[in-house]
Nanobody
Framework: QVQLVESGGGLVQAGGSQRLSCAAS????????MGWFRRAPGKDREFVAA????????YYSESVKGRFTISRDNARNTVYLQMNNLKPEDTGVYYC???????????????????WGQGTQVTVSS
C-alpha cells in the first residue's frame, strides 16, 4: 500500500510559477511509475505528466509541454511538478498517482495507476 500526499497548491497569477510536491509513504523508485493528473471545474480528469519507474523517461501532455517539469527526489520519496508560465486554463485540482504497470504512452492513462493522492487545488488568476 502506498499513500500519497500532495502539497504546494494555491492561488497564483497568470505567468507565475508554482511547485507541487507529492510525498509517498513508501519507497517509490522503483518500482512505481509516477504521474500527475488534474481535473478542471466541469471537466474530466486529464493527464498532465508522468515519470517512468526507472526514472529515465518523462511524458507530458501537449498543453503543458515546455512549461511543466516532473522530477523526483529519491532520498525524500517525493515527486515534484514544477509549473512555469501558468495560464488560467491550468486551474484545477492536481492529483499525484503511483502505478506498477504501464510503459511509454500508456502512462497517460489513469487506469494504469493503482494509488492516488487526495489532490491539491491550483488556481491561476488572469
Amino acid at each position: 500500500q502506498v499513500q500519497l500526499v500532495e502539497s504546494g497548491g494555491g492561488l497564483v497569477q497568470a505567468g507565475g510559477s508554482q511547485r507541487l510536491s507529492c510525498a509517498a509513504s513508501a519507497r517509490t523508485f522503483p518500482p512505481y511509475n509516477m504521474g500527475w493528473f488534474r481535473r478542471a471545474p466541469g471537466k474530466d480528469r486529464e493527464f498532465v505528466a508522468a515519470l517512468s519507474r526507472s526514472g529515465g523517461s518523462t511524458y507530458y501532455s501537449e498543453s503543458v509541454k515546455g512549461r511543466f517539469t516532473i522530477s523526483r527526489d529519491n532520498a525524500r520519496n517525493t515527486v515534484y511538478l514544477q509549473m512555469n508560465n501558468l495560464k488560467p486554463e491550468d486551474t484545477g485540482v492536481y492529483y499525484c498517482a503511483a502505478g506498477r504497470v504501464g510503459t511509454g504512452p500508456s502512462l497517460s492513462i489513469a487506469s494504469e495507476y493503482d494509488y492516488w493522492g487526495q489532490g491539491t487545488q491550483v488556481t491561476v488568476s488572469s
